[in-house]
């Protein structure tokens, strides 16, 4: 009866270690990616409560970007891990006295048609780069792929100003949502290699680098939000619209910034000169008047409170 028992205990220990080894040599068990999702509301709303920003990860590059590989870009401000949910900012936190100055530079194929044309427009307002730079004024510049193309001489111009920021304004202007003023609205299997593409694009110029991406005319909803996912970035939007393109008066701009402004803002404005002619005559008079409510500008990434 022992013999019969230690038989059994004998085999018991041969077949626990045969399990054993099989689990170390066999195939890993198949485990599905983690994917952190931030909750957005339907429609055209911000992804994040209040417009608050997410701290993106701490680094800045002084060299070319990596475009379109998000996990080498990680570093950069407004990276996100991809896979999640961009988060959608409309300001910094209401302390302090910093506020961020923003231009937009867009190019659509029609902009683009008319600087081929015969009595070419320029949409590029150099006044505004000359007083940025004559004042030290820091800014960030949302690019467009298209306009990086055609001025790539004042792309490098502002690449190495070290108080200029380059963010993400899509490749060619086009609507991210089916109704979003009068863009050509790009197909949704589109949407993540065109932001990928211009993120290329602009990385190719170095300088202050960033993860941010404004969408055209600031129109999307959850459907574009889950198409960049993938490429770890945060969506800004901003609070102080100041309505410069086709103005025919600089006033209106300025009282329409002045009027919105507080610590944290984000303003929205254009460096387009065909389409937004009267920004340079405006940003004077707004700089005076940031300086007059103890306001300073400040780059996008040390608004949002990196």
Known sequence: MLAKNSRVLLTAAILALAASVALLVGPAPHRAPVRAVLKAPAGNGPA????????PAPGQS????NGGRPG???????ATPPGTLPPVVDHGPRTGRKVALTFDADMTDTMRRQLRGPHPPSYAN????????????????????????DYPELTRRLAANPRFELANHTYG???????????????????????????????RYGGRQTRYFRFPGLCHDRTALAELAPLGLTVVDGDVVSGDPFATAWQPIVRAVLSQVRPGSVIILHVTEANAAMTDEALPRILAGLAERGLEPAPLSEVLGR
């Not at 002084?62 to 970007?65: A, D, E, I, L, S």
């Open 126 to 149: 150099l006044a505004i780069v000359e007083l940025l730079e004559r004042e030290r004024v820091p800014a960030t510049f949302f690019l467009t792929g298209k306009w990086v193309e």
């Open 72 to 78: 080498e870009d990680s570093g950069l401000p407004g």
């Open 48 to 55: 994040t409560a209040g417009g608050t920003a997410v701290p």
């Open 62 to 65: 002084g060299q070319p970007g």
């Open 173 to 203: 202007h086009a609507a991210f949502t089916p109704r979003c003023y009068h863009l050509t609205p790009l197909p949704r299997r589109e949407m993540t290699r065109d932001v990928a593409r211009t993120f290329e694009v602009i990385g």
